[in-house]
């Protein structure tokens, strides 16, 4: 008998030419995340991953990290057994006794048609088995737990357990996006969505340190360490801004300053998303939630740079944000306190309908390509590793 994890991958079947690039990726993602878990590796078996544990294998670890793995429909613990029908019997009541159910299903798969019974056949004579020893009753339409039994390579693969995975496509399959991220709830949220997608997230971070403390570096830097945990690790550059925004503070008029800290921010990640090869840029932006997140100063901060710039909260509620902020654990740290370098000099009535004319006529009148020089060459670049990872943190 073995002991193992059956995990079932959710979208990938959908992918016909690409199917197993996304499998080989998930496969990679999935040995990645379970390195030091002791777990053997992942085998390909008939449309389903199986994981085998030994008896050192960390099975809460290993479930935690497959929980955060994008790409999973859902996974259980399972025995791999002999495929003869008592041991089938006698492992799915071992499986289903511990579970306390009224209704139960007995759901059989069988791939390798070299087993003599056909699935209808295994059904009842294990679901009969069941029910005498349990009391409960068969109820295929809406059982309260249902033991899954695949017939595949000359085994019998049996689970009763259905753990919710992440969804999604798996890490890493869907290009590289270059992630704004402040110290607030929603950008983490956005980042969360886009790598969901596929997207490997790098991070770009604006601070008006030594003017504010380095607490906003610090958050970004925690949530950088957690969302690393979804794609194994991140990238986040610590770029100063303070330079530019004193210009801005000085120079300009009052009810554009927002618009001008943006269309800046978003010059300086663009030239850094062209140099980590992403191809887009992410923001944590929500239609009128804020003044800067008007229609009108959406398009006027969209035209700064060439690149897109994706929004994937755009039509969410702030409900809807903060309940995925809490799920995926996000949250906490984003309530922590800290000085945003926009909350810096925020005037009382920001414009809430720029025009581009105007501010083009105002940048025309500011140079501050000095000042992004100088911010690029002086932006930092850390590594977060998971951190479930020893490697916390590394300088390159
Ligand atoms: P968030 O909760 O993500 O901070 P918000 O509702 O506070 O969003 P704004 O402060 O207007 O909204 O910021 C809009 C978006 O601009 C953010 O979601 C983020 O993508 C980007 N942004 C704002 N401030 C910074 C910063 N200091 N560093 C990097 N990106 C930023
Ligand atoms: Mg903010």
Redesign the pocket.
């Known amino acids: 008998m073995q002991r193992l994890i059956v995990i079932h991958y959710s979208e990938l079947a959908l992918k016909k030419g690409n199917r197993d690039y996304f499998e080989n990726r998930l496969l990679r993602n999935i040995d990645e995340a379970l390195s030091g878990c002791e777990a053997r590796r992942v085998r390909r078996i008939s449309g389903r991953f199986v994981l085998e544990l030994t008896p050192s294998t960390d099975v809460d670890a290993v479930r935690a990290r497959l929980g955060r793995l994008f790409g999973i429909a859902h996974f259980g613990e399972g025995r791999g057994v002999d495929w003869d029908i008592d041991t089938l019997s006698s492992t799915a009541w071992d499986l289903l006794r511990p579970l306390g159910f009224q209704s139960f299903a007995i759901e059989t798969r069988r791939p390798d048609k070299r087993y003599p019974l056909t699935s209808v056949d295994v059904n009842r004579t294990v679901g009969a088995y069941v029910r005498e020893r349990s009391d409960a009753r068969v109820d295929l339409s809406n059982p309260e737990v249902t033991c899954r039994i695949e017939l595949v390579e000359g085994q019998a693969i049996i689970s009763a357990e259905r753990m919710p995975g992440a969804g999604g496509l798996p890490s890493h399959t869907g290009g590289k996006v270059a992630v ?8 983490p949220v ?1 980042a969360w969505k886009m790598m969901r997608r596929g997207c490997t997230a790098v991070f ?4 008006s340190f030594p003017h504010t403390n380095r607490e ?1 570096q610090d958050k970004a830097r925690q949530v950088a360490t957690l969302l690393a945990s979804y794609q194994q690790r991140a990238r986040i550059y610590m770029t100063p801004f303070a330079d530019i925004q004193r210009r801005i503070l000085v120079e300009t008029p009052v009810e554009t300053r927002v618009i001008l800290y ?1 269309r800046y ?1 978003m010059r300086l990640a663009e030239r850094i998303a062209v140099g980590e090869r992403a191809r887009a840029l992410v ?4 239609l009128g ?2 003044a ?2 008007t229609l009108e100063n959406i398009d006027v901060i969209s035209r700064a740079v060439r690149m897109p710039i994706l929004r994937p909260l755009v039509g969410s509620d702030k409900e809807e944000i903060v309940s995925i902020a809490r799920k995926i654990g996000s949250y906490d740290i ?1 309530i922590l306190p800290d000085q ?3 909350s810096l000099f925020v005037p009382r009535h920001p414009e809430t309908r720029a025009s581009t004319d105007r501010i083009e006529a105002i940048e025309a009148g500011l140079d501050v390509s000095g000042e992004l020089e100088a911010a690029l060459t002086a932006s930092e670049r850390l590594v977060q590793y998971a951190a479930y990872d020893t490697r916390a943190v590394r300088q390159l």
């Not at 704004?180 to 950008?187: F, K, N």
């Not at 770009?204 to 601070?207: A, E, K, S, T, Y």
């Not at 923001?283 to 929500?286: E, F, H, M, R, Y």
């Open positions: 704004l991220l402040s110290g607030g709830i929603d950008s956005a770009v971070h604006f601070h906003s943006r921010m923001t944590g932006d929500s939630q804020v800067s997140q984003s945003d370098c926009c």
